[in-house]
Protein backbone atom coordinates (compact mmCIF):
# COMPACT_ATOMS: atom_id res chain seq x y z
CA UNK A 1 0.00 0.00 0.00
CA UNK A 2 1.30 3.45 -1.11
CA UNK A 3 0.23 6.33 0.59
CA UNK A 4 0.89 10.17 -0.72
CA UNK A 5 3.33 12.10 0.73
CA UNK A 6 1.85 15.60 2.51
CA UNK A 7 1.60 18.12 -0.50
CA UNK A 8 2.67 20.43 1.74
CA UNK A 9 5.24 20.36 4.37
CA UNK A 10 4.49 21.09 8.34
CA UNK A 11 7.35 21.80 10.03
CA UNK A 12 6.16 18.74 12.57
CA UNK A 13 8.27 18.86 16.24
CA UNK A 14 10.20 22.42 15.04
CA UNK A 15 9.57 25.84 16.37
CA UNK A 16 6.62 26.78 14.06
CA UNK A 17 4.05 25.00 16.36
CA UNK A 18 5.84 26.17 20.09
CA UNK A 19 5.12 29.59 18.44
CA UNK A 20 1.20 29.35 18.18
CA UNK A 21 0.59 28.74 21.65
CA UNK A 22 3.86 29.54 23.29
CA UNK A 23 4.17 26.02 24.54
CA UNK A 24 7.90 25.09 24.13
CA UNK A 25 7.96 21.08 23.25
CA UNK A 26 10.74 20.91 25.55
CA UNK A 27 8.66 21.14 28.59
CA UNK A 28 5.90 18.34 26.80
CA UNK A 29 6.23 14.64 26.97
CA UNK A 30 7.14 13.24 23.75
CA UNK A 31 3.92 11.56 23.27
CA UNK A 32 1.57 14.68 23.83
CA UNK A 33 3.96 16.55 21.91
CA UNK A 34 3.67 14.35 18.85
CA UNK A 35 -0.22 14.65 19.20
CA UNK A 36 0.02 18.36 19.79
CA UNK A 37 1.74 18.82 16.39
CA UNK A 38 -0.90 16.22 14.88
CA UNK A 39 -3.73 18.51 15.60
CA UNK A 40 -1.73 21.15 14.77
CA UNK A 41 -1.67 19.94 10.79
CA UNK A 42 -5.36 19.40 10.76
CA UNK A 43 -5.54 23.15 12.05
CA UNK A 44 -6.78 22.60 15.43
CA UNK A 45 -5.12 25.97 17.44
CA UNK A 46 -6.48 24.83 20.68
CA UNK A 47 -4.34 22.61 21.91
CA UNK A 48 -3.54 24.15 25.31
CA UNK A 49 -7.45 23.29 26.55
CA UNK A 50 -7.52 20.23 24.73
CA UNK A 51 -4.61 18.75 26.05
CA UNK A 52 -4.53 19.84 29.38
CA UNK A 53 -4.43 17.17 32.23
CA UNK A 54 -4.68 17.55 35.97
CA UNK A 55 -1.53 18.33 38.30
CA UNK A 56 0.29 15.53 39.81
CA UNK A 57 3.44 14.19 40.92
CA UNK A 58 4.04 10.08 41.00
CA UNK A 59 7.19 7.83 41.97
CA UNK A 60 6.85 4.60 40.03
CA UNK A 61 9.03 1.89 40.70
CA UNK A 62 9.16 -1.51 39.06
CA UNK A 63 7.74 -4.76 40.86
CA UNK A 64 10.98 -4.54 42.93
CA UNK A 65 10.82 -1.20 43.96
CA UNK A 66 13.59 0.14 42.19
CA UNK A 67 12.29 3.71 40.57
CA UNK A 68 11.29 3.49 37.47
CA UNK A 69 10.56 7.38 36.68
CA UNK A 70 8.76 10.36 37.95
CA UNK A 71 5.83 11.20 35.86
CA UNK A 72 3.09 14.66 35.69
CA UNK A 73 -0.70 14.85 35.02
CA UNK A 74 0.14 14.48 30.83
CA UNK A 75 1.51 10.87 31.44
CA UNK A 76 -1.09 9.87 34.72
CA UNK A 77 -3.59 8.84 31.84
CA UNK A 78 -1.09 7.31 29.20
CA UNK A 79 -2.77 4.12 28.66
CA UNK A 80 -5.89 5.60 28.71
CA UNK A 81 -5.98 9.34 27.57
CA UNK A 82 -8.76 11.29 28.65
CA UNK A 83 -8.61 15.18 26.69
CA UNK A 84 -11.17 17.87 26.40
CA UNK A 85 -12.30 20.00 23.39
CA UNK A 86 -13.41 16.78 21.53
CA UNK A 87 -10.18 15.34 21.44
CA UNK A 88 -9.95 11.90 22.06
CA UNK A 89 -6.99 9.11 21.83
CA UNK A 90 -6.15 5.63 22.65
CA UNK A 91 -3.03 3.32 21.79
CA UNK A 92 -3.25 0.02 19.99
CA UNK A 93 -0.84 -2.04 19.23
CA UNK A 94 0.53 -2.76 15.67
CA UNK A 95 0.14 -6.51 14.23
CA UNK A 96 3.18 -8.66 15.74
CA UNK A 97 3.38 -10.20 11.87
CA UNK A 98 6.17 -7.98 9.90
CA UNK A 99 4.35 -7.97 6.97
CA UNK A 100 1.22 -6.24 8.48
CA UNK A 101 2.93 -3.94 11.18
CA UNK A 102 2.54 -0.95 9.24
CA UNK A 103 -0.92 -1.41 8.84
CA UNK A 104 -2.45 0.65 11.71
CA UNK A 105 0.13 3.54 10.53
CA UNK A 106 -1.47 2.79 6.52
CA UNK A 107 -5.28 3.53 7.95
CA UNK A 108 -4.24 6.51 10.06
CA UNK A 109 -2.39 7.99 7.15
CA UNK A 110 -5.60 7.63 4.66
CA UNK A 111 -7.47 9.51 7.08
CA UNK A 112 -5.05 12.52 6.94
CA UNK A 113 -3.50 11.81 10.11
CA UNK A 114 -0.29 12.18 10.84
CA UNK A 115 0.87 9.20 13.30
CA UNK A 116 2.50 9.27 16.55
CA UNK A 117 4.41 5.30 17.08
CA UNK A 118 6.80 4.10 19.92
CA UNK A 119 8.62 1.60 17.80
CA UNK A 120 11.28 -0.46 18.94
CA UNK A 121 14.33 2.51 18.04
CA UNK A 122 17.23 -0.14 19.12
CA UNK A 123 17.10 -0.91 14.89
CA UNK A 124 16.71 2.58 13.63
CA UNK A 125 19.63 4.13 12.48
CA UNK A 126 18.60 7.45 12.74
CA UNK A 127 17.58 7.33 15.93
CA UNK A 128 19.96 8.23 19.15
CA UNK A 129 18.46 4.95 20.65
CA UNK A 130 20.14 3.74 17.58
CA UNK A 131 21.05 -0.35 19.88
CA UNK A 132 20.62 1.48 23.10
CA UNK A 133 19.02 -0.99 25.80
CA UNK A 134 15.45 0.11 26.34
CA UNK A 135 14.48 1.09 29.96
CA UNK A 136 11.74 3.35 31.04
CA UNK A 137 8.88 4.38 28.98
CA UNK A 138 9.26 3.82 25.02
CA UNK A 139 10.12 7.07 23.03
CA UNK A 140 7.26 8.57 20.64
CA UNK A 141 7.80 9.62 17.40
CA UNK A 142 5.51 11.16 14.59
CA UNK A 143 5.20 9.18 10.78
CA UNK A 144 3.02 11.70 8.42
CA UNK A 145 4.19 9.66 5.00
CA UNK A 146 4.54 6.11 4.46
CA UNK A 147 5.71 4.82 0.73
CA UNK A 148 6.93 1.71 -0.36
CA UNK A 149 10.29 2.36 0.14
CA UNK A 150 10.67 6.04 2.19
CA UNK A 151 8.67 7.08 4.94
CA UNK A 152 8.75 10.48 6.86
CA UNK A 153 9.37 10.65 10.20
CA UNK A 154 9.77 13.41 12.92
CA UNK A 155 11.98 13.03 15.77
CA UNK A 156 13.56 15.08 18.38
CA UNK A 157 16.00 12.43 19.29
CA UNK A 158 18.04 12.03 16.33
CA UNK A 159 21.52 11.22 15.85
CA UNK A 160 23.97 14.01 14.23
CA UNK A 161 24.39 11.06 11.30
CA UNK A 162 20.69 10.20 11.06
CA UNK A 163 20.14 12.78 8.13
CA UNK A 164 17.37 14.74 9.77
CA UNK A 165 17.11 18.17 9.33
CA UNK A 166 15.08 20.88 11.77
CA UNK A 167 13.80 17.12 13.17
CA UNK A 168 12.37 15.98 10.29
CA UNK A 169 14.08 13.41 8.15
CA UNK A 170 13.46 9.85 5.58
CA UNK A 171 13.56 6.06 7.35
CA UNK A 172 13.65 3.12 5.68
CA UNK A 173 10.02 1.95 5.02
CA UNK A 174 11.07 -1.89 5.67
CA UNK A 175 13.16 -0.80 8.83
CA UNK A 176 10.06 1.45 10.00
CA UNK A 177 8.21 -1.69 9.44
CA UNK A 178 10.75 -3.99 11.07
CA UNK A 179 10.58 -1.87 14.85
CA UNK A 180 6.63 -1.40 14.56
CA UNK A 181 6.10 -5.17 14.60
CA UNK A 182 3.33 -5.30 17.89
CA UNK A 183 4.66 -1.61 18.66
CA UNK A 184 2.13 1.03 20.13
CA UNK A 185 0.38 3.27 17.68
CA UNK A 186 -1.87 6.35 18.75
CA UNK A 187 -4.83 6.42 17.02
CA UNK A 188 -6.49 9.82 17.33
CA UNK A 189 -9.33 11.95 16.56
CA UNK A 190 -10.93 15.64 16.79
CA UNK A 191 -14.25 15.99 17.13
CA UNK A 192 -16.92 18.23 18.37
CA UNK A 193 -16.34 19.28 22.31
CA UNK A 194 -18.78 16.78 24.33
CA UNK A 195 -19.03 19.01 26.88
CA UNK A 196 -18.97 23.08 27.94
CA UNK A 197 -15.78 24.36 28.17
CA UNK A 198 -16.43 25.53 32.26
CA UNK A 199 -17.38 21.88 32.94
CA UNK A 200 -14.44 20.54 31.44
CA UNK A 201 -12.13 23.09 33.42
CA UNK A 202 -14.41 21.91 36.13
CA UNK A 203 -13.16 18.69 36.30
CA UNK A 204 -9.91 19.25 35.78
CA UNK A 205 -9.21 21.61 38.75
CA UNK A 206 -11.41 19.14 40.81
CA UNK A 207 -8.79 16.22 39.67
CA UNK A 208 -5.60 18.61 40.65
CA UNK A 209 -6.55 18.29 44.02
CA UNK A 210 -7.81 15.14 44.48
CA UNK A 211 -4.68 13.46 42.66
CA UNK A 212 -2.05 15.86 45.02
CA UNK A 213 -3.97 15.94 48.11
CA UNK A 214 -5.74 12.74 48.22
CA UNK A 215 -3.22 10.58 46.44
CA UNK A 216 -4.04 6.98 45.42
CA UNK A 217 -0.11 5.96 45.82
CA UNK A 218 1.65 6.93 48.80
CA UNK A 219 4.56 8.27 46.64
CA UNK A 220 2.14 10.54 44.95
CA UNK A 221 1.08 13.76 44.86
CA UNK A 222 1.90 16.50 47.96
CA UNK A 223 3.28 13.53 49.96
CA UNK A 224 5.65 12.31 46.36
CA UNK A 225 7.10 15.56 46.88
CA UNK A 226 7.68 15.24 50.73
CA UNK A 227 8.96 12.18 49.99
CA UNK A 228 11.31 12.97 47.37
CA UNK A 229 15.02 13.28 49.15
CA UNK A 230 14.60 10.56 50.07
CA UNK A 231 14.15 9.01 46.11
CA UNK A 232 17.27 10.85 45.51
CA UNK A 233 19.30 9.46 48.58
CA UNK A 234 18.10 5.51 47.79
CA UNK A 235 20.36 6.11 44.17
CA UNK A 236 23.40 6.74 45.80
CA UNK A 237 24.82 3.27 45.97
CA UNK A 238 23.24 2.54 43.01
CA UNK A 239 25.53 1.31 40.30
CA UNK A 240 25.20 3.94 36.81
CA UNK A 241 24.11 6.34 39.48
CA UNK A 242 24.46 9.52 37.11
CA UNK A 243 22.54 8.29 34.32
CA UNK A 244 20.12 7.41 36.95
CA UNK A 245 19.93 10.95 38.20
CA UNK A 246 19.62 12.62 34.83
CA UNK A 247 17.37 9.89 32.51
CA UNK A 248 15.04 9.01 35.41
CA UNK A 249 15.03 12.12 37.58
CA UNK A 250 15.96 15.20 35.79
CA UNK A 251 14.93 14.45 32.52
CA UNK A 252 11.06 13.71 33.68
CA UNK A 253 10.81 16.22 36.08
CA UNK A 254 11.86 19.32 33.51
CA UNK A 255 9.27 17.42 31.04
CA UNK A 256 6.56 15.19 32.34
CA UNK A 257 5.95 17.13 35.75
CA UNK A 258 6.62 20.30 34.99
CA UNK A 259 4.82 20.07 31.28
CA UNK A 260 1.57 19.40 32.81
CA UNK A 261 1.92 22.74 35.03
CA UNK A 262 3.34 24.74 31.87
CA UNK A 263 -0.35 23.60 29.93
CA UNK A 264 -2.67 23.95 32.89
CA UNK A 265 -1.05 27.37 33.85
CA UNK A 266 -1.42 28.79 30.46
CA UNK A 267 -5.00 27.62 30.01
CA UNK A 268 -5.41 29.44 33.79
CA UNK A 269 -3.77 32.90 32.35
CA UNK A 270 -5.65 33.18 29.52
CA UNK A 271 -9.03 32.01 29.92
CA UNK A 272 -12.04 34.31 30.01
CA UNK A 273 -14.42 31.32 31.94
CA UNK A 274 -13.53 32.17 35.78
CA UNK A 275 -14.35 36.12 34.97
CA UNK A 276 -17.06 35.80 33.78
CA UNK A 277 -18.45 34.44 37.18
CA UNK A 278 -17.01 37.21 39.28
CA UNK A 279 -14.72 38.84 41.02
CA UNK A 280 -13.87 36.05 43.35
CA UNK A 281 -13.87 32.97 40.46
CA UNK A 282 -11.30 35.63 38.75
CA UNK A 283 -9.46 36.31 41.70
CA UNK A 284 -9.18 32.46 42.47
CA UNK A 285 -8.21 31.61 38.63
CA UNK A 286 -5.26 34.43 38.74
CA UNK A 287 -3.47 33.04 41.81
CA UNK A 288 -4.09 29.44 40.41
CA UNK A 289 -2.60 30.53 37.07
CA UNK A 290 0.21 32.16 39.18
CA UNK A 291 1.15 29.40 41.36
CA UNK A 292 1.04 26.54 38.92
CA UNK A 293 3.53 28.53 36.28
CA UNK A 294 5.69 29.18 39.57
CA UNK A 295 5.47 25.58 40.38
CA UNK A 296 6.55 24.99 36.61
CA UNK A 297 9.75 26.97 37.12
CA UNK A 298 10.32 26.00 40.52
CA UNK A 299 10.52 22.17 39.13
CA UNK A 300 13.00 22.98 36.42
CA UNK A 301 15.00 24.79 38.71
CA UNK A 302 14.46 21.58 40.87
CA UNK A 303 15.95 19.21 37.94
CA UNK A 304 18.70 21.66 37.31
CA UNK A 305 19.74 20.72 41.01
CA UNK A 306 19.59 17.21 40.21
CA UNK A 307 21.42 17.50 37.21
CA UNK A 308 24.20 19.02 39.53
CA UNK A 309 23.63 16.05 41.96
CA UNK A 310 24.83 14.00 38.48
CA UNK A 311 27.74 15.14 37.61
CA UNK A 312 29.21 15.41 41.09
CA UNK A 313 27.36 13.86 43.98
CA UNK A 314 27.47 16.04 47.98
CA UNK A 315 25.78 16.35 50.30
CA UNK A 316 25.42 20.32 49.60
CA UNK A 317 24.10 19.49 46.28
CA UNK A 318 21.55 17.16 48.08
CA UNK A 319 20.73 19.98 50.45
CA UNK A 320 20.18 22.12 47.70
CA UNK A 321 17.54 19.46 46.12
CA UNK A 322 15.72 19.10 49.03
CA UNK A 323 15.02 22.68 49.29
CA UNK A 324 13.66 22.95 45.70
CA UNK A 325 11.68 19.97 46.34
CA UNK A 326 10.18 21.82 50.04
CA UNK A 327 9.76 25.03 47.44
CA UNK A 328 7.45 22.95 44.61
CA UNK A 329 5.52 21.37 47.41
CA UNK A 330 5.12 24.84 48.94
CA UNK A 331 3.44 25.85 45.57
CA UNK A 332 1.57 23.18 44.77
CA UNK A 333 -0.10 23.05 48.32
CA UNK A 334 -1.02 26.77 47.98
CA UNK A 335 -2.04 25.67 44.30
CA UNK A 336 -4.15 23.18 45.21
CA UNK A 337 -6.27 25.05 47.78
CA UNK A 338 -6.92 28.03 45.00
CA UNK A 339 -7.67 25.32 43.03
CA UNK A 340 -11.11 23.77 45.02
CA UNK A 341 -11.27 27.45 45.30
CA UNK A 342 -11.85 27.98 41.81
CA UNK A 343 -13.62 25.08 41.72
CA UNK A 344 -16.27 25.72 44.12
CA UNK A 345 -16.49 28.66 42.22
CA UNK A 346 -17.18 27.27 38.84
CA UNK A 347 -20.12 24.36 39.82
Known amino acids: MTTAFPATAFPYLGAAPDAIESLPHTRISCWVHCLRDALYATGLRETARALAQPVDFVVERTAEGELLTLYGGLDAG?????????????????????????????????????????????????????????TGYPHTLLVYGAGPRTALAADCNTRASGGFTDNRGAVPTDGLR?????????????????????????????????????????????AGLLSFPGVLEELEPRPGRSGLLRTRVAGPLQRQVAGDRLLLARVLAEDTTARERGPRAAAAA????????????????????????????????LRLCGRRAARVHELDARAAGRMADLAGALR
Open 78 to 134: YHHPRFQRGVSARWETSPHQEEHALDLVHRELARGHAVPVSPDLRGMRHSEFYRVPH
Open 286 to 317: ADCAELTRASCEALVDLARAVFLLSRSWSAQT
Open 178 to 222: RAMAGAPVLVWDAGPPGADWAEELHRLLELSVQRMTEPDLPEAGL
